[in-house]
C-alpha cells in the first residue's frame, strides 16, 4: 500500500512501506509522529492490529516526547541565542525549504514565511543547525583549551573528545580520557573552564570526596560557587 495515515484514539499514523524492511516497526518522531514502517509483504490489518498491541507504549512515548520538547529551548527571531563564537539569526524568507548559514560569527537559519517559526519541523531544524555549529566549535576549541589548562595545572590527560550529551557537561574515564559536551560552547568562559578543570581534577581524584573538592578549590578557588552557576543552565 502507499504512505498512508490512519486515525487512532491516540491520534495519526503514518504507514509506510520500506522495500528493505523485515519486521514491522514503529516509531515516535519528533516531527512525523508516530510512524510504522512495514515489510514489502506485510498486510494492512496485520500492521493495524499491532499497532493496537502497542497503543500502550505508543501514548506513553508520545506523553515522554510531549515532555520533554516542553523543556527545549523555543528558538524565535526576537530572541537571543549565542554560542561562543556565533550569533543566531532566525529569518523568514518567500522559498519553501529551509537552510542554514554560517558566516563568520553568524549562524542564520531560513524558514518558509508562510510557516509558524515554533512549529516543530522549523524548531528541530534550527535545534539541529545549533547542535551542528556547536560541535564545530567545540573540536575546535575545547581539546586545545583543555590541554592548554592541564599544561597549567600538572595534569596529564590521554584522549579528549567532544560529544552531544543529553546529561552531563564533562566525564573522565579511569584511563584518564575526557569527555566533553559541545553544548559547553553555550557557557561563559568562565564556566567552561570550570568544567574542564573539574574533569581534569578527576584524572587524580576519581571521586566527588571531601578530598576531591578541596583538590580542585587548590586549582580553581571559588569552584563551588562555579558548580552552583552552572547548575541554573540546561541542555537544549
Not at 516509531?27 to 508516530?34: A, E, I, L, N, R
Not at 501514548?59 to 516526547?65: D, I, Q, T
Not at 578530598?211 to 543552565?233: F, T
Request: charged letters at 25%.
Amino acid at each position: 500500500m502507499p504512505d498512508r495515515k490512519i486515525t487512532f484514539e491516540f491520534g495519526e499514523v503514518l504507514f509506510r512501506r520500506n522495500q528493505r524492511s523485515k519486521n514491522i516497526r514503529i516509531k515516535v518522531h519528533p516531527t512525523q509522529g508516530v510512524v510504522v514502517t512495514l515489510p514489502p509483504y506485510c498486510s494492512e490489518n496485520r500492521a493495524i492490529n499491532f499497532v493496537i498491541e502497542k497503543e500502550l507504549w505508543i501514548r506513553k512515548s508520545l506523553a515522554k516526547m510531549a515532555k520533554t520538547r516542553q523543556q527545549l529551548t523555543i528558538f524565535k527571531p526576537e530572541k537571543v541565542f549565542k554560542t561562543h563564537v556565533h550569533h543566531l539569526r532566525i529569518q523568514a524568507h518567500c522559498k519553501q525549504t529551509l537552510r542554514m548559514d554560517v558566516k563568520a560569527e553568524t549562524l542564520t537559519v531560513y524558514y518558509p514565511e508562510s510557516v509558524s517559526v515554533e512549529h516543530p519541523r522549523v524548531q528541530d531544524f534550527i535545534r539541529n543547525a545549533v547542535i551542528k555549529t556547536l560541535r564545530f566549535e567545540a573540536r575546535n576549541y575545547l581539546p586545545g583549551r583543555t590541554r592548554a589548562l592541564a599544561g597549567i595545572h600538572g595534569f596529564e590527560v590521554n584522549e579528549i573528545k567532544v560529544r552531544n550529551n543529553k546529561t552531563r557537561w564533562g566525564s573522565c574515564s579511569g584511563k584518564n580520557n575526557i569527555n566533553l559536551n559541545i553544548h559547553l560552547m553555550r557557557l561563559p568562559q568562565k564556566l567552561i573552564d570550570y568544567v574542564i578543570m573539574h574533569e581534569l581534577v578527576h584524572t587524580r581524584v576519581k571521586n566527588h570526596s571531601a578530598y576531591y573538592w578541596g583538590e580542585l578549590e587548590k586549582v580553581l578557588p571559588g569552584a563551588r560557587v562555579l558548580d552552583k552557576q552552572l547548575n541554573k543552565y540546561h541542555l537544549v
